[in-house]
C-alpha cells in the first residue's frame, strides 16, 4: 500500500503555513511511525516511516526528518537489523552536522556507539 502525499495539509497555503503544516504533518507520520512499532506492526511502520524520511527530506525539515530517523533506528532494532539501525544512525549524525544542531547530533552518538558494537563481528 502506497502513501499518497499530493493531498491533505500542507498541499496550499502561504508558504508559512505550508513550512507549519509540512512539519506538523511529517512529525505526525513519524509518531505514528512509531507507535506501530510499539505495536509490533513492523512492516507497517517502515513503509510510513521510509515514505516520511524521502518526503520529510526533500522538504528540507530538520525535525521531522530527525524524529523519522530515531523512529527508523526503533523499528530496525525491533527487527534486530542492526547493520541498517548502524547506518540510519550515521544518517542521522550527518543530518545533524548538516543543519549545525550538535546537541541533537548528540543523541545519535549512543545508538552508534551500540550498533557498531553489535555489527562489528558481521551480524
Given at each position: ?40 506492526l ?64 548528540e ?10 558494537e ?6
Amino acid at each position: 500500500s502506497r502513501v499518497s502525499w499530493d493531498e491533505g495539509p500542507g498541499s496550499k497555503g502561504s508558504p508559512i503555513e505550508t513550512w507549519a503544516a509540512r512539519d506538523l504533518l511529517f512529525n505526525s507520520r513519524a509518531e505514528l511511525g512509531l507507535i506501530q512499532v510499539h505495536q509490533g506492526l513492523l512492516q507497517e511502520a517502515e513503509a510510513v516511516l521510509s515514505a516520511n524520511l524521502v518526503e520529510a527530506t526533500k522538504h528540507n525539515l530538520f525535525a521531522p526528518v530527525n524524529r523519522t530517523l530515531h523512529a527508523l533506528i526503533a523499528c530496525f532494532d525491533a527487527r534486530k537489523d542492526y547493520k541498517r539501525c548502524l547506518s540510519v544512525a550515521e544518517r542521522g549524525l550527518a543530518w545533524c552536522d548538516k543543519h549545525k544542531k550538535p546537541e541533537e547530533g548528540e543523541c545519535m552518538v549512543p545508538h552508534l556507539l551500540k550498533y557498531r558494537e553489535l555489527t562489528k563481528d558481521g551480524q
